[in-house]
Nanobody, 123 residues
Framework: QVQLVESGGGLVQAGESLRLSCVGS??????MGWFRQAPGKEREFVAV????????YYADSVKGRFTISREGARNTVYLQMNRLKPDDTAVYYC??????????????????WGQGTQVTVSS
């Protein structure tokens, strides 16, 4: 059974930092990443890390503030979020894909999803 388990969300003030973690189990993944969904909005791409070559991509809205990283050979990724803004408030979802087709920024390109973790940034 494939599982993605997120942790690390919470309530912080603008300008502060949080680190999200996602541990995957059940199979090997091609890439793991993060999406987020704010109330009344569609789920949007945040960042992705590809196992091959360690390539990463970021949404323009988080570039320079967020960093995605992988822990060694484990199916674990982290999202370090610095200089958080109220606009970053959302449920953050870990996502994993097991094949290459499909753009990295589309939800349909990912096979597995975590349950989500809430991040709230107050002004």
């Amino acid at each position: 059974q494939v599982q993605l388990v997120e942790s690390g969300g919470g309530l912080v003030q603008a300008g502060e930092s949080l680190r999200l973690s996602c541990v995957g189990s059940g199979r090997t993944f091609y890439a793991m990443g993060w999406f987020r969904q704010a109330p009344g909005k569609e789920r949007e791409f945040v960042a992705v890390h590809y196992w091959t070559g360690g390539v990463t991509y970021y949404a323009d809205s988080v570039k320079g503030r967020f960093t995605i990283s992988r822990e060694g050979a484990r199916n674990t990724v982290y999202l370090q979020m610095n200089r958080l803004k109220p606009d970053d408030t959302a449920v953050y979802y870990c996502a994993a894909r097991t094949d290459s087709p499909g753009p990295y920024y589309l939800t349909s390109s990912y096979n597995y999803w975590g349950q989500g973790t809430q991040v709230t940034v107050s002004s």
